[in-house]
């Protein structure tokens, strides 16, 4: 299974991936991280945020998540951190029909004090972004299929991922 997380910035999508990966064993692949390796692969020279923004412009969230994808692992208990529109996780779901979507949220003011300054405009294309698709009359918020308060203690989000673990066997049949 592929747990992919979306979530504003300074949700807490990170610090739930990492105690996630250290508590329970799963591997985090951080789409950041990919697209470096993707630049790298390309052998692409100069600032890799210009060309990824170039590329993303070229060829589609669409196009260049599933070109992502090749670099996550095809084993089980992966965390994708993190899927930010629909397209992407319709890209997603094409090669991982196993990926389940949860949203990491957290209160205004925890995100704000966790946010640098360009944060909030960041998120308003975030948000932006989720809604975008109008052909499917949907947006992200609504494709996700679990939620974790991304303020919790590590306590409270250790117990919400053991019942999201739970849910999962109870609906699969199958123990990750």
């Known amino acids: 299974m592929m747990l992919a997380l979306s ?3 300074g949700s807490g ?6 105690l996630i990966a250290s508590g329970f064993g799963w591997d985090i692949c ?3 991280d990919l697209l470096k390796l993707l630049h790298i692969s390309e052998n692409i020279t100069g600032d890799w945020v210009v060309w990824y923004r170039t590329l993303y412009a070229a060829e589609g969230a669409y196009e260049v ?4 994808m090749g670099f996550v692992p095809a ?20 090669l991982r029909p196993d990926a ?3 949203s990491v949220i957290a209160p205004k003011a925890v995100r704000a004090a966790r946010n640098g300054s360009e944060d909030p405009g960041l998120d308003i294309q975030r948000i932006l972004f989720w809604h975008g698709d109008k052909e499917s009359a949907s947006c992200l918020a609504a494709e996700s299929e679990w939620c974790f308060n991304g303020a919790a203690s590590a306590e409270v ?12 066997t109870v609906s699969t049949k199958k123990t990750y």
């Open 13 to 18: 999508k990170s610090h739930l991936s990492a």
């Open 75 to 94: 084993r089980d208990r992966i965390i994708l951190d993190s899927v930010h529109n629909l397209t992407e996780w319709r890209a997603v779901r094409s």
């Open 65 to 68: 998540t599933r070109k992502l």
């Open 30 to 32: 951080v789409k950041r």
């Open 7 to 9: 979530g504003l910035h």
């Open 157 to 168: 989000q250790r117990t919400e991922f053991e019942a999201f673990l739970d849910q999962c």
């Open 100 to 102: 389940i979507l949860a």
